[in-house]
């Protein structure tokens, strides 16, 4: 009699527990509306969860009433998919004894799977931290029956439903009051004559659940673009249609420009970088530029040796015109406002001496087709000083 009471004082609880849930107020949208989904989708350990529990149950025949009170346990493993929809798997076992005098205590092992359905995250939307879910399921699975003093065991099919009162103690822990119903056919339970009856065993357990992996579910954030309907006159429409063709008229115009472009381009697209061309009549033609001859090399004050830009001059005029095959004449000089003609005279052979051996030793020039003349200080033909330290180069 006090197993039947415990149990009414279970169902009682979860009667009243289907109102707890209507106390969370803060998972609603802003305009009071109750906020839904959709929910990101979890991972495959996110929001798991195993239960452990134990209590009482009985068994229920239509001839003989409710049996003794006996020990009920219970072990499982779960996900929740949504806040709304879960599944289980676990192992239900029953210790009890029948009226029906068939026997006097039987072991039961419920091996199952349930569906859950979490009502109040259905009805009143998801709450990670509401207090108390209301969870009714639905289970089927194999029961194992081992008969006192007997060795083997008998199975059979059963099915039932249940309802799981989850009372939230923390992030990682919940206190579970199980309370389920699972049927069978009478026959499997060696109730002799009831072939086609069946027997129910109802079963309260308390126990702790322990949640597993990331816990709770995101709201997925609305990614839709709010659309506010605006007033569009004729004015409006007229607007926009003229700015339209001022577009098109100015795309128009910038397509002829590149037109015209292309066409003063059109010349210049075969040209090769380092080519000399000649341009006449709007056409480009392709010469070889020689550089002029003479070339002049400046020495400084008494000197017969080049500095390195005087080089540089001399190795542009020979890159550009001097090969094996070409006679060149070197005129050598020194200005008469220094020094004695004798001086002077030598100073030019030097100077041309140098001019002609950077020729042939760098530059490729045979030294058969180098003439040389050493005019001293006697052919000063320019304005100053400076300019008459020097050695004209010329092609004959």
């Known amino acids: 009699m006090k197993g039947?009471?415990?149990?009414?004082?279970?169902?009682?609880?979860?009667?009243?527990?289907?109102?707890?849930?209507?106390?969370?107020?803060?998972?609603?949208?802003?305009?009071?509306?109750?906020?839904?989904?959709?929910?990101?989708?979890?991972?495959?350990?996110?929001?798991?969860?195993?239960?452990?529990?134990?209590g009482v149950n009985s068994v229920l025949e239509k001839e003989y009433g409710l049996g003794k009170i006996g020990l009920a346990t219970d072990v499982n493993f779960g996900k929740w998919f949504t806040p709304a929809v879960g599944a289980r798997i676990g192992w239900h076992g029953l210790q009890n004894t029948s009226k029906s005098g068939e026997f006097d205590k039987a072991a039961f092992n419920y091996i199952h799977g349930d569906l859950l359905w979490n009502l109040s995250n259905s009805i009143d939307g998801y709450k990670e931290t509401r207090f108390w879910n209301f969870i009714p399921y639905a289970s089927a699975g194999a029961t194992l029956i081992k008969h006192h003093g007997l060795k083997q065991f008998d199975q059979e099919i059963a099915a039932g439903l249940g309802l799981l009162n989850s009372l939230r103690l923390g992030e990682?822990?919940?206190?579970?009051?199980?309370?389920?119903?699972?049927?069978?056919?009478?026959?499997?339970?060696?109730?002799?004559?009831?072939?086609?009856?069946?027997?129910?065993?109802?079963?309260?357990?308390?126990?702790?659940?322990?949640?597993?992996?990331?816990?709770?579910?995101?709201?997925?954030?609305?990614?839709?673009?709010?659309?506010?309907?605006?007033?569009?006159?004729?004015?409006?429409?007229?607007?926009?249609?003229?700015?339209?063709?001022?577009?098109?008229?100015e795309n128009a115009d910038l397509k002829n420009k590149i037109a015209d472009l292309e066409k003063q381009l059109a010349p210049f697209k075969n040209l090769v970088d380092g080519q000399t061309y000649l341009f006449e009549n709007g056409r480009f033609t392709a010469v070889d530029a020689k550089v002029a001859s003479p070339a002049t090399v400046y020495f400084d004050l008494g000197s017969?040796?080049?500095?390195?830009?005087?080089?540089?001059?001399?190795?542009?005029?020979?890159?550009?015109?001097?090969?094996?095959?070409?006679?060149?004449?070197?005129?050598?000089?020194?200005?008469?406002?220094?020094g004695t003609s004798s001086i002077n005279q030598k100073l030019s052979e030097q100077r041309c001496e140098t001019v002609k051996n950077l020729l042939v030793n760098k530059f490729g020039a045979a030294a058969g087709n180098i003439e040389t003349v050493a005019n001293g200080d006697r052919n000063n033909v320019f304005d100053t000083p400076a300019k008459n330290r020097c050695v004209v180069i010329e092609v004959k």
């Open 4 to 54: 039947i009471k415990l149990l009414g004082i279970l169902a009682l609880a979860s009667v009243l527990s289907f109102n707890a849930f209507a106390q969370e107020d803060n998972n609603r949208d802003a305009d009071g509306s109750v906020a839904r989904g959709p929910y990101v989708t979890n991972g495959v350990f996110d929001n798991t969860f195993i239960g452990l529990g134990a």
């Open 172 to 249: 990682r822990v919940n206190l579970n009051i199980d309370l389920s119903a699972i049927a069978g056919r009478a026959e499997a339970y060696e109730m002799n004559g009831y072939a086609k009856r069946y027997v129910v065993f109802p079963s309260a357990t308390l126990g702790l659940q322990f949640n597993l992996g990331r816990t709770g579910f995101d709201r997925l954030a609305s990614v839709m673009p709010v659309i506010v309907p605006l007033p569009f006159t004729e004015a409006d429409y007229n607007a926009l249609k003229a700015k339209v063709a001022a577009l098109e008229k």
């Open 304 to 338: 017969a040796k080049l500095s390195e830009r005087e080089k540089a001059h001399l190795e542009y005029f020979a890159n550009n015109v001097v090969d094996a095959n070409t006679a060149l004449v070197l005129t050598g000089s020194a200005d008469k406002q220094t």
